[in-house]
């Protein structure tokens, strides 16, 4: 077989067969999917969740993760926000002629082992071949179901006045690892990407409380962006205190030589949950207990005044609107 | 706002939030959708479809057609090939820099109005914009979820001795309406694509039997690789007739002129069933009541001999192999 990627690869004929079963097959082989029919069957009941997310990310391999592990980790998250257990996805590829095979294989083992980490199965996918320079090397998009279940209620309008936010630990560590990875910051050499699937973290907090009322990870647009949604679809305020959020030596020099702010820039392995006070502790010991929530820390809590803002309480003792980021400065970061 | 898509309506921030609530939500406003939650919930029992194709056409906007009704009818198509009734899509954008916001404005109309013709409701989204010359202006993905009717056992390795095949209409309209724009084709200015949501076609087909066995959409690769596809999956031979193949005078035509063959060019509102004999000519007639189906009309049958081939008699009696297309003639089709 070539060794990269040509037209046909794209044209559903012969190298379209090619491509499924010798370059995503020998990855992503089950039972669904190797049916190679044009939707996949599966039994479900009860409620569920459906979400969707295309990655752009440049560059496509940088540490802690590739293109491959964030589209997977990236649906796992938005289904693990709704309270939803993941089950199935779909993966369709747009990859420009001329990409590499052996590139686009290590995307798929990426996308196996943290399809297996996640417990969920792609089970119909699609791919997609354009002219060289009409896309830039691979675009993936995820969709995933997932089940929710029963009394299960968390959804962005649902924070209340008294709620505590936790946050699941440091922020800025995606974004700036990419960054990084463009600008060749060597001070930051020693950062990695958080890129998680999060939807264990999610269901063992369910074990312990079901006074979860929002969960939202904080992607683009950054913890900024979060909180300010979460502030408007429920109608309330939040005031969350600078001192208390966790950010990383690496990710603290590059803001401040980029002139960016760490609550801006993009996470792709941490979970922002708004909770009833009276469960807040139980929750928090709990979400420490997973490795991806070890530096969880309570940052703030819901308030009534302000209804639709977020308020900071500075380090150094004045409170200040965090407003929701406009322009952008990391374009392709997800 | 302004009238061309920038870099920040991808960001995640203020920007990306006025895409939504001005662009997107005019035309897709659904109670679900509006939550703006990261996944859409939803009540389902039974046997469910999943689907997802990317849609990556050139030109965008076509006779018969555009981007974004070709995505929610491929969609709608995929779902209806299970026998599913399909329910709810996801819609993927990943847009270039310096798009013209009218021009999106275009493609929403027309995926509202095909989602309205399907019943189909587009219940969570996602939207990235990557930098100028790093796509060619808009590539859209949807999945799909359906639910498919007890009973029903749609899939293409069921095709049995036998069976006959049945074609709902011409071939090739997409294809040829698509290379005809982009080569300036004169003679099949009159053409268009023939893009349509066919699950009420396939809806009416299950009114009359219950002994469909396998349904396709001949998109990508034309009648030639949907045919082959099927013979291999159900591991059995079909034999059809040249002469049965509804072509229109333009797609003969302009294939004669660009050296192409009608049963390789793609199809976007077509269906392929092989069904019961015994069945074969109520499920005909079902088919032909169906605005989408006047011209449909059994093209051949199923043989135990030549397993995982296609047999074509040619007009002109002799019968050749029709292969599954190698090679690219037509890139960005669909």
């Given at each position: 077989?070539?060794d990269t990627?040509l037209?046909?690869?794209g044209?559903?004929?012969?190298l379209s067969r090619?491509?499924?079963?010798?370059?995503?097959?020998p990855?992503?082989?089950?039972?669904?999917?190797d049916?190679?029919?044009?939707?996949?069957t599966?039994?479900a009941?009860?409620?569920?969740?459906l979400?969707?997310?295309?990655?752009?990310?440049?560059?496509?391999?940088?540490?802690?993760?590739?293109?491959?592990k964030?589209?997977i980790?990236?649906?796992v998250?938005d289904?693990a926000t709704?309270?939803?257990k993941?089950m199935y996805?779909?993966?369709?590829?747009?990859?420009?002629?001329?990409?590499?095979v052996?590139?686009l294989e290590?995307?798929?083992?990426?996308?196996?082992?943290?399809?297996?980490?996640a417990e969920?199965?792609?089970?119909?996918?699609?791919?997609?071949?354009?002219?060289?320079g009409?896309?830039?090397?691979?675009?993936?998009?995820?969709s995933?179901i997932?089940?929710?279940p029963?009394?299960?209620d968390?959804s962005g309008?649902n924070a209340?006045?008294g709620d505590?936010?936790?946050?699941?630990?440091?922020?800025?560590?995606?974004g700036?690892t990419i960054i990084?990875q463009?600008?060749?910051?060597?001070?930051?050499?020693?950062?990695?990407?958080?890129c998680?699937?999060l939807?264990?973290?999610?269901?063992q907090?369910?074990?312990v409380?079901?006074?979860?009322h929002c969960?939202?990870?904080?992607?683009?647009?950054g913890?900024?962006?979060?909180?300010?949604?979460?502030?408007q679809?429920?109608?309330?305020?939040?005031?969350?205190?600078?001192?208390?959020i966790?950010?990383?030596?690496?990710v603290?020099a590059?803001?401040?030589l980029?002139?960016?702010?760490?609550?801006?820039?993009?996470n792709?392995?941490?979970?922002?949950?708004?909770?009833?006070p009276?469960?807040?502790?139980k929750?928090?010991a709990?979400?420490?207990?997973?490795?991806?929530?070890k530096?969880?820390?309570?940052?703030?809590?819901?308030?009534?005044?302000y209804?639709?803002?977020v308020i900071m309480?500075?380090k150094?003792?004045?409170?200040r609107i965090?407003?929701m980021?406009?322009?952008e400065?990391?374009?392709r970061?997800?």
């Amino acid at each position: 077989m070539n060794d990269t990627i040509l037209l046909a690869h794209g044209s559903g004929g012969k190298l379209s067969r090619d491509l499924v079963e010798k370059t995503f097959l020998p990855f992503l082989s089950n039972p669904v999917l190797d049916k190679l029919d044009d939707s996949a069957t599966f039994e479900a009941s009860g409620r569920l969740a459906l979400t969707t997310d295309g990655y752009v990310v440049n560059p496509i391999f940088f540490p802690g993760g590739d293109i491959g592990k964030l589209a997977i980790c990236g649906t796992v998250n938005d289904l693990a926000t709704s309270g939803a257990k993941p089950m199935y996805l779909s993966l369709s590829a747009i990859i420009e002629e001329g990409f590499s095979v052996s590139e686009l294989e290590r995307v798929m083992q990426s996308i196996k082992t943290a399809a297996e980490e996640a417990e969920v199965t792609i089970i119909t996918g699609d791919t997609k071949v354009v002219n060289r320079g009409q896309a830039d090397k691979l675009f993936i998009t995820t969709s995933g179901i997932g089940t929710i279940p029963a009394g299960v209620d968390i959804s962005g309008s649902n924070a209340r006045v008294g709620d505590k936010v936790i946050l699941s630990g440091s922020i800025g560590d995606h974004g700036i690892t990419i960054i990084s990875q463009r600008e060749g910051l060597k001070f930051s050499m020693a950062l990695e990407s958080d890129c998680a699937p999060l939807n264990k973290l999610v269901a063992q907090m369910l074990e312990v409380s079901s006074n979860l009322h929002c969960l939202r990870d904080p992607t683009r647009g950054g913890l900024a962006a979060t909180l300010n949604e979460l502030a408007q679809q429920s109608n309330v305020g939040i005031i969350i205190e600078e001192i208390k959020i966790p950010v990383k030596e690496e990710v603290k020099a590059a803001c401040e030589l980029l002139g960016l702010d760490p609550i801006h820039i993009a996470n792709e392995g941490k979970m922002v949950a708004i909770v009833d006070p009276g469960d807040a502790d139980k929750i928090l010991a709990q979400i420490k207990r997973n490795k991806y929530g070890k530096d969880a820390v309570i940052i703030g809590e819901v308030t009534g005044e302000y209804p639709g803002k977020v308020i900071m309480k500075t380090k150094l003792g004045p409170s200040r609107i965090v407003d929701m980021p406009s322009g952008e400065l990391l374009p392709r970061i997800c």
